[in-house]
């Protein structure tokens, strides 16, 4: 039963978080998803209450959309393009492993699974200190054309990668506008 909240929890989700990433930006559903992804993972660590747990899994599997599908649009899109297939790959290899880890847990090490929830909770937390400084997918600025941000976003990530030259050009669809 508990996992049948976390796939209508997720089904519902997808219909409603990919139009809020087009509508707010990829950081802030991506961060809002995390804040409720760990916080249902440490209610879930404390509860005793199985309807408690129910609504937890349920709120967990809609988060799941914007770690998942959200969180990778928002990678893809600071990537270079060069840089895009073996990323993906890599991240959706680390996916499965998650999965792969936790059974081989749970099979032959322990199966007190309070250390994974802590550990999932710590990874939450800091992925959100993470994406925070991270600036919004320059991609999806330009699309709403708030070009001035886009370039601020492409010079921050310039910045995280030691690069010196400041980005100030026009870009195609601002010309053409």
């Given at each position: 039963m508990l996992g049948s909240n976390i796939f209508a929890g997720w089904t519902l989700a997808a219909l409603v978080l990919p139009r809020q990433a087009d509508i707010y930006g990829r950081r802030l559903v991506f961060m809002?998803?995390?804040?409720?992804?760990?916080?249902?993972?440490?209610?879930?660590?404390?509860?005793s209450n199985l309807y408690v747990a129910y609504v937890l899994m349920f709120l967990f599997g809609g988060a799941a959309v914007g770690r998942c599908s959200i969180s990778y649009l928002f990678l893809m899109e600071l990537l270079p393009k060069s840089?895009?297939?073996?990323?993906?790959?890599?991240?959706?290899m680390n996916n499965q492993l998650t999965g792969l880890i936790g059974c081989l847990y749970f099979w032959q090490i322990s199966k007190d699974w309070h250390w994974l929830?802590?550990?999932?909770?710590g990874s939450g937390i800091l992925s959100m200190v993470g994406v925070y400084f991270l600036p919004e997918s320059p991609k999806?600025?330009?699309?709403?054309?708030?070009?001035d941000q886009a370039r601020q976003a492409i010079n921050t990530i310039a910045r995280i990668n030691n690069r010196?030259?400041?980005?100030?050009?026009q870009?195609?669809?601002?010309?053409?506008d």
């Open positions: 809002s998803a995390i804040l409720l992804q760990t916080v249902c993972f440490a209610g879930l660590y404390f509860t840089r895009q297939v073996i990323t993906g790959t890599i991240l959706s929830e802590l550990y999932a909770c999806y600025l330009v699309s709403l054309k708030k070009y010196q030259e400041a980005f100030d050009s870009f195609d669809r601002e010309v053409e």
